[in-house]
């Protein structure tokens, strides 16, 4: 569907993950306008690169309404998620105009009482992605015997190339024959597309596992070999930890894929004193996610992916070797140089499982792909 | 305020943790009769020792009604908080008889379109203590600064006598002369009376810092020294674990009191193969805990609060020995055997601190009760 994205004073590759992973990955949406003010008549991919070519930036909904779009997404997440007033008007205009709203706000457009009624008078859907679509369950265990090897991605902070690392992965393996799902996590990861999803941060905190472990026994009873899990967050994270933490133990993971973004010292929006809250050490930080999942899964960490987005290809492979030798796993940048490593670890490491998934994954032949 | 408990078939100090709490704190609920329909004609203290003394069992509501209730609690949680359809009738009696409803089920029994009819036509209020009354926040990590000194007990399981403990070191600290406040965040702690309280476990996963902050600045604002924060959970459960790291890292604890059963080995519920959970070693889980703090408020482990119920005193005294070498920390059962030994190893540990609340601890004599 033609899509435009609203990431008012926002649009870039880390300020607006949403927009720019709609971007990257035109599974479900053709993007035909971003709409951000601060940067209306310019070039998406002056923002993002390569995957915003084409694309033209405008100052508002109006000036992108000849290029006949069909939805317009919410394509930033304001922390908090609030509705903040100022995008009302548009709103307003895109269901007047014809178009659905699809949004990934804590806040339901669609218990918005006129958001609501424009959208039944003009016979268009809301889609609030975050709106759990299947009643809470407590975690059972069950997730733990399912088929499927399950690989997360965990990161040191927000924002950490979780939601990349999980579709590069997922892209790879399947390249290679392998039988992989895409467990999303985020809005962001329901909006390009996947094999199973929940809105886990929107989840009630008691439900948060089982939610996780249901998007485990989903993929399995589709019967996928590898079910890759989106992770959020990170275990030390000073307000998301509970989301980290409960996802991570719900999905039972047999591997986990840590994620880093080069050069990140402190949380997001937590770097300023007197509320500044440093990144865990990552050898530390990967030495105490295996010791909370002993008991729970026995999951260890094979790899770690890392976003050097920014930085000259020399110091990037500078800064995968750092890390590479600092947690002693096999480190790449997914997006700039594949997936590889990151499957070969995986499939190195599901020599060791009993699962049936993993038994499928060592039946193939080496990828000759590095 | 005259109250019934409800709490069919699972009466008891471990099965029916909420009408226990109830009856071992009379602080706002005068108990006049418990209801099992699995226990009628016995006697409260058969099942829950002296603080059931004097206060009968009874099979149904219809058998209570002439004690003149006000109220009627529902005293157990089902797992997964679902109204079991067999409660329905009494509930209905309850509002009919003119009785007030409180509820910690996370179904909300005011959103039932039959029982909230009831109450409306009897003018009676069904209080759902799980629903937030607070608007969702994010943490933003301005708790971490707040004067009070904060103590939050966490377990090693759920319903390992994380309240028990809470409400102990406060009211042992009270007698001592410290301004303490008893931060509750479940629904058993909201119903017995606390100084601030949030349903944490109801609490949508994004927010459960937040309000674990609002918490203890809400009794900073009272002008509080000491804040204990009830735990929920335990950092590896394989379900709540997100509740009890995003409680933890929310209160921003200087100190944490860490809780077990004494002899438990696994989850409560989380026992048998194949869904069968160790609980960690408690020196390791210890560890975890103040390493996971340790970038984000810096809190260690000050004591070991033990739940000895059921043992000989003898074979209580040795457990607690054999716990306090384990781990390291002065332990004691509290219930048991006072909160002694829990003030004093945090007024011992709360020289170290540099906040205001602290100081106001160590300004107090040394306590001659030991």
Chains 1, 2 share one sequence.
Request: hydrophobic share 40%; glycine share 10%; proline share 7%.
């Amino acid at each position: 569907v033609r899509a435009v994205l609203l990431a008012h004073d926002k649009f870039g590759p880390f300020s607006s993950k949403t927009a720019t992973c709609i971007l990257r990955y035109p599974r479900t949406y053709e993007t035909v306008a971003v709409i951000d003010r601060s940067k209306a008549g310019r070039r998406a991919d002056e923002f993002v690169g390569e995957v915003g070519r084409g694309i033209p930036v405008v100052g508002h909904l109006r000036e992108a309404l000849a290029l006949r779009p069909q939805v317009l997404v919410i394509g930033i997440a304001p922390i908090g998620g609030a509705l903040p007033p100022e995008w009302r008007p548009e709103l307003r205009l895109a269901l007047e105009s014809g178009l659905e709203i699809h949004s990934g706000l804590h806040f339901f457009l669609g218990d918005d009482p006129e958001l609501a009624r424009l959208a039944q008078e003009a016979g268009r859907r809301i889609w609030d992605v975050r709106r759990p679509e299947r009643p809470p369950r407590i975690a059972t265990g069950e997730g733990r015997g399912a088929a499927p090897l399950v690989v997360h991605t965990m990161g040191s902070d927000c924002n950490s190339g979780q939601m990349t690392a999980t579709v590069a992965l997922v892209e790879e393996a399947k390249r290679r024959g392998i039988g992989a799902a895409f467990a999303a996590t985020g809005q962001t990861g329901i909006l390009i597309g996947c094999d199973a999803g929940a809105p886990i941060d929107r989840v009630v905190s008691d439900f948060v596992a089982g939610a996780a472990e249901e998007l485990v026994l989903q993929c399995a009873a589709k019967g996928f070999d590898l079910v890759a899990v989106e992770g959020q967050g990170s275990i030390a994270h000073p307000a998301y930890s509970g989301v980290t933490v409960g996802l991570m133990h719900g999905c039972f993971p047999d591997q986990v894929v840590y994620c880093h973004v080069a050069g990140r010292t402190h949380h997001s929006g937590y770097a300023e004193p007197p509320h500044e809250f440093p990144l865990l050490p990552l050898a530390e930080e990967i030495d105490l996610i295996e010791r909370l999942l002993a008991p729970v899964s026995g999951g260890r960490v094979v790899a770690v992916s890392l976003v050097t987005l920014g930085l000259p290809e020399a110091e990037a492979r500078r800064a995968i070797e750092r890390v590479a030798a600092e947690t002693g796993r096999p480190t790449t940048d997914p997006v700039r140089f594949g997936a590889g490593v990151l499957v070969d670890a995986v499939v190195e490491a599901a020599r060791h499982s009993n699962k049936k998934g993993a038994r499928h994954l060592s039946a193939l032949k080496p990828a000759a792909s590095r």
